[in-house]
């Protein structure tokens, strides 16, 4: 027999405590949210890899409920930028 499924209602609260532990500050800021059957993460971060780690910390929670990552990664505008150089 197999096992029960979880659903993403029973796995939001878990996730967003899994991210609001974090120690890395970007990722406790973030936001989960059911919409259906699938996670939602959202907000904002200041880079790719905090993208990355929020998505792989999320999935170890929802045991196989299906994850979506909108994260937006913003760069500060006092940082260079690939698309500055790539315009010339």
Not at 32 to 59: M, P, T
Request: proline residues 6%.
């Amino acid at each position: 027999m197999s096992a029960p499924l979880v659903n993403a209602k029973d796995v939001e609260p878990r996730a967003q405590l899994a991210l609001a532990r974090s120690p890395i500050y970007d990722l406790r800021v973030l936001r989960v949210e059911r919409i259906g059957d699938a996670l939602v993460l959202s907000g904002n971060v200041s880079c790719f890899y905090h993208k990355q780690l929020a998505q792989e910390l999320i999935r170890a929670v929802a045991e196989g409920v299906a994850v979506v990552n909108a994260v937006e990664v913003l760069v500060p505008h006092d940082s260079p930028s690939i698309l500055l150089s790539l315009r010339d």
